[in-house]
C-alpha cells in the first residue's frame, strides 16, 4: 500500500506576514477522506559558526511563545524565492557581526512535519571574520561564544532546546569527530 494523501479541497483560515494557515480535506490511503491543517511557512536557514578556537556562536534573544529567552544558533527566515545560502550568509552576518570564508550544507530540517510546511536549511560556516551586528529593528540579541563541546553537553542535558540548534550542534560535533571538518 501507498501511504499517500490526496487533496481533494482545500481553503484558507489565515493569512499573516510570517505563515498562513490552511485546512485541506484529503483521501486517505483506504479511501476514506481526513482533514488536515497546514501552517505555511517560507522556510529558514540555522548556521553553526565555528571558530578556529573551536567554538560556536550562539545568540540569546526572547522568545515570545514561550515567554523566555533562548540561546540558539544564528537563523533567519526566508523571502519566498530566496536562495538558503544567501539567506545565510545575510542573517549571520545581521545577528552576529560575522562573515564566513566557507559554507558547508548539512541538510535541511523538517522542524514539526505533521502540521507544518517549513523547512530549515542547516550550514556550517568557518573561516570567520568579525565585523558589526546589524539586527533588523525588532530583534534584540546577544552573541555569546560556546566551545563545540560545551555545546553537546548542554543538549544533552536539555540546556539547549531549540531543535535546530540542537541538530546542528550534534552534526558539526559528529563531523568534526570523524575528521570531516
Not at 548556521?47 to 544558533?73: D, H
Amino acid at each position: 500500500m501507498k501511504f499517500e494523501e490526496i487533496k481533494l479541497d482545500g481553503e484558507y483560515i489565515y493569512k499573516g506576514r510570517i505563515i498562513n494557515l490552511r485546512k485541506d480535506t484529503v483521501r486517505l490511503p483506504n479511501g476514506k477522506t481526513a482533514d488536515r491543517e497546514v501552517i505555511e511557512h517560507p522556510g529558514g536557514v540555522c548556521l553553526a559558526p565555528l571558530t578556529e578556537n573551536g567554538e560556536l556562536i550562539f545568540v540569546s534573544q526572547f522568545r515570545y511563545p514561550f515567554k523566555e529567552e533562548l540561546l540558539e544558533l544564528p537563523a533567519g527566515k526566508l523571502t519566498i524565492g530566496e536562495d538558503p545560502l544567501e539567506c545565510g550568509i545575510r542573517e549571520l552576518k545581521e545577528e552576529t557581526g560575522t562573515q564566513a570564508e566557507n559554507y558547508v550544507f548539512l541538510g535541511k530540517l523538517y522542524p514539526s512535519p505533521g502540521c507544518y510546511d517549513e523547512i530549515i536549511y542547516l550550514y556550517l560556516a568557518q573561516g570567520l571574520t568579525y565585523g558589526e551586528q546589524q539586527p533588523d529593528e525588532d530583534e534584540f540579541l546577544e552573541v555569546i561564544k560556546i566551545p563545540l563541546e560545551t555545546a553537546v553537553e548542554m543538549v544533552l542535558a536539555n540546556a539547549l532546546t531549540d531543535a535546530k540548534t540542537q541538530t546542528l550542534i550534534l552534526k558539526t560535533y559528529l563531523l568534526k569527530q570523524k575528521g570531516l571538518i
